[in-house]
Structure formats: C-alpha cells, structure tokens
C-alpha cells in the first residue's frame, strides 16, 4: 500500500467516524446539530489555539434569547443560562484539519405552577457553534464566511442551517467558505445510512404493532360484574354491618365480582367460595349494576310508602325536649298506616318510611326553607315520633353516614317503637 492509498483510507475511516459520532448526537438528545468547518492548520495548532480561546469552557449566558431555536416555552420564563460546547478535533484532507461544535445549553424553567419549574435542555440554533468557528478563523487570521453567526445575527436570521449536512454524505465548508468535495468512501457512508435506515424503519414497525396490541388489550371488554374499591383500606366485613367482623382491608382499584346487595353493602366474592360485605359507597360500580341497584331501590321505596300515607304536612316548633332541636323551627308530618298488616308497619318499616320522608325533604329543600330538622309523627295506636337534625340528613343522603350510625344520632320517642333487628 502506497502512501496515497494509505491517506485515502485513514480519511475513510475518520469519516465514518465523523458520521456516526454525529448520528449518536442525534440520538442521544434529538437536540444537538454539530457544525464543522476545516482550517488549514495542523491538529496540534487547532487545538491550543481552542485552549487559548477558552473553548473547552462552559459560560453564562445573560439570555437565551437569540441562542435557542424551537423553544417549547416562553424563553421568557427562562433564567440562569449556561452553554457547554462539545468540540471534536479530527485530521481532515492532507495538512488540514477539521472541526466539529455542537453547543448544550441548559437553564431554569420558572413555571407558574412551582412543581413544574426545574431546568431544562433547550436546542441550540447555531450562534454559539458559528460563534467559535468565526473566532478560530480570526485567531488563524483569516476573515470568516458570509454565513457566520455574527452576519446572522446582524441580518435578523436566529435559526443557521448546520454546516454539516447528513443528507448525502460528508460537505464540510472550508474557512474561505468553500466546499470541499466529499472524501472517498462516500459509498460505504451511503451504505451505513442505507443499513441504519432499514432499522429504523423496522423499530417503528414494531413500535406500531406493539401499540396496536396495547390499544386491544385496552378496548378488551370489562367484565360487567365487577365491583372497584375507590379507597385504600376499604374494610371487607363478614356480614352487613359495622358490628361484623373484619375479614381485611382492600386496596384500592381491588376489583370483587359482585353477588347481590344488601341495603348500603355490596355482597362481593372475594375467591373461590370466600364471600364478603363491602359498602356501597367505598365502590365504584359498573352502570349496569348501579342502574339496577337503583331501580331495586325505586321499587322498595314505593313498598315502603304504600305502607304508610302522609295525612298533614307543616313547619312548626319541635314538639319535645330534645338538645338538638329544641325550640327550632322543624318540618312534622303526620302519618297513619295504610296497610293493616302489622308485618308492614313494624318497627322497621317505620323507620325506613321516616328515613325516605327525611330523605326527600333534605333532597328538595332551598336554603330559605328556615327549617332545622324533620320530625316523623307515627298517628296509631303503636305510633311515635321520629326526628333528626338537617345536617345529619344530608350527612344521610350524601352517603357520608351509615344508617345505623344516622339512626343513632336521631330523636326516636319511644325508643322501643322503633327497635327491631336490622
């Protein structure tokens, strides 16, 4: 191998270097360009002329106006600015030498949002690389090309073209501006480029067919009878109702299916033949479940009041000596049994008919109703009286409280009238 050939092959090698070197650039951030010029000069000289210009250190930059090309925020909001410049030196065509600028520049972010706030990456438009190649240029004494940083930025132009072009090959400008014609090897650089396009395009064929199998596996139908809890630590009774047992508690988005219910708890399997009570609203149900849930409801509510009628409506004093209401304005109604089955006017029945009363008015009440609570008068020979607080009503209805827990707030004259086993 002769000298020339030995020439030709060592520039091929540094050009494939060159490229892939660029490509990683590429890839790595998708942000920074390089920018290459050749100097006439050997590598040696090149690099301590960087040296004495500082180069290789990162500087402020008082704005990153006019220095980011394609910001995704208002530069505005950006302070603290500060550019590295990554520099590669590499021998070029015979006693030249070629240099390689690509700039990082970093700064802090302040969002109106402080948790959104942090520092940031921005891409370089060229003005900082341009910048260091001009100043290169007039250390070695040369006058820099039209198309330097500082002619662009005196034009008005913040985005340059990058000198250096991946579109077919190497076009690297010499420091008078011109091209120098691609060295040899262009077609093994072609090649590479043919290779790693093939790859990409085969990743993001894959890349499509994995989001096409997230996206079925996405829209794969929900099993409809499926109960979700919305809390961490949702307890798990044994039966329905707060004095049960606690099996354990669920975490949340624990999904049960879903058997039948029992007033405000959800009868669950848990596996296998394992059953438990979840209430109502620790769950998020499916629209199907809850559409007959509520329906259920409907129904049973319409038994209950079938049991019962109202005969007189009004808003008076509280007719007894209890704390919560005493000497308060109250809604009374006044009802006698409709059915003269006792099965249907029991204990239970009564307070199920006072809740449901109590219910409706707390649901259609207007803030000007100047009302404090409802009172549930029993007109029969088993009568009494049921009352409660406004507040502990819509504490009821929001189902912020259990019925247990309601009933136990409340003003039950008999006490004994209304005991049943629940």
């Known amino acids: 191998m002769n000298v020339k050939d030995f020439l030709n092959l060592k520039i091929r090698h540094l050009a494939v270097g060159l490229l892939l070197s660029t490509w990683a650039?590429?890839?790595?951030?998708?942000?920074?360009?390089?920018?290459?010029?050749?100097?006439?000069?050997?590598?040696?000289?090149?690099?301590?002329?960087?040296?004495?210009?500082?180069?290789?250190?990162?500087?402020?930059?008082?704005?990153?106006?006019?220095?980011?090309?394609?910001?995704?925020?208002?530069?505005?909001?950006?302070?603290?600015a500060f550019y590295q410049l990554s520099i590669e030196v590499l021998p070029g065509v015979p006693a030249g030498t070629i240099v390689q600028v690509s700039a990082k520049i970093t700064a802090w972010y302040a969002d109106k949002d402080p948790a959104k706030s942090g520092y940031q990456i921005l891409p370089s438009n060229g003005r900082l690389e341009l910048d260091l190649l001009d100043r290169l240029d007039e250390k070695f004494g040369n006058k820099p090309s039209a198309g330097t940083a500082r002619a662009l930025a005196a034009s008005g132009i913040?985005?340059?073209?990058?000198?250096?072009?991946?579109?077919?090959?190497?076009?690297?400008?010499?420091?008078?501006?011109?091209?120098?014609?691609?060295?040899?090897?262009?077609?093994?650089?072609?090649?590479?480029?043919?290779?790693?396009?093939?790859?990409?395009k085969l990743m993001r064929s894959l890349n499509e067919e994995l989001q096409g199998l997230e996206e079925v596996k996405k829209n794969q139908a929900h099993p409809l009878n499926l109960?979700?809890?919305?809390?961490?630590?949702?307890?798990?009774?044994?039966?329905?109702?707060?004095?049960?047992?606690?099996?354990?508690?669920?975490?949340?988005?624990?999904?049960?299916?879903?058997?039948?219910?029992?007033?405000?708890?959800?009868?669950?399997?848990?596996?296998?033949?394992?059953?438990?009570?979840?209430?109502?609203?620790?769950?998020?149900?499916?629209?199907?479940?809850?559409?007959?849930?509520?329906?259920?409801?409907?129904?049973?509510?319409?038994?209950?009041?079938?049991?019962?009628?109202?005969?007189?409506?009004?808003?008076?004093?509280?007719?007894?000596?209890?704390?919560?209401?005493?000497?308060?304005?109250?809604?009374?109604?006044?009802?006698?049994?409709?059915?003269?089955?006792?099965?249907?006017?029991?204990?239970?029945?009564?307070?199920?008919?006072?809740?449901s009363l109590m219910k409706k008015f707390a649901e259609d009440a207007t803030p000007s109703a100047a009302v404090d609570g409802v009172v549930v008068i029993f007109d029969s020979a088993d009568g009494g009286i049921a009352g409660a607080t406004l507040a502990s009503i819509q504490q009821l209805s929001k189902q912020e409280i259990s019925e247990e827990a309601f009933w136990k707030q409340c003003y039950l004259d008999p006490p004994e009238t209304f005991q049943s086993k629940r």
Request: hydrophobic letters at 40%.
């Open 227 to 355: 109960v979700t809890v919305k809390r961490a630590g949702t307890p798990v009774m044994a039966r329905a109702g707060e004095e049960s047992r606690v099996l354990f508690k669920a975490a949340v988005n624990d999904e049960f299916e879903f058997l039948d219910a029992e007033g405000e708890w959800v009868h669950v399997q848990i596996s296998g033949v394992s059953r438990g009570y979840i209430r109502r609203n620790a769950l998020e149900l499916p629209e199907v479940i809850a559409a007959h849930l509520e329906e259920t409801a409907k129904s049973e509510a319409a038994a209950k009041q079938a049991a019962f009628r109202v005969e007189r409506e009004e808003n008076s004093i509280f007719p007894g000596a209890w704390e919560a209401l005493k000497g308060k304005t109250v809604k009374i109604y006044t009802v006698q049994p409709a059915s003269q089955d006792p099965k249907d006017t029991g204990a239970r029945a009564k307070l199920n008919f006072a809740g």
């Open 158 to 200: 913040s985005v340059p073209a990058p000198k250096l072009n991946l579109g077919s090959g190497l076009n690297i400008s010499s420091s008078g501006g011109n091209p120098i014609p691609a060295p040899e090897g262009t077609e093994e650089l072609n090649k590479l480029r043919t290779e790693r396009e093939a790859e990409e």
């Open 25 to 80: 650039i590429f890839s790595a951030n998708g942000q920074a360009v390089p920018y290459a010029r050749t100097f006439s000069k050997p590598k040696i000289e090149v690099e301590q002329a960087l040296k004495d210009l500082q180069a290789y250190a990162g500087q402020k930059l008082p704005i990153v106006d006019g220095f980011v090309a394609n910001a995704q925020q208002p530069l505005e909001r950006y302070e603290r």
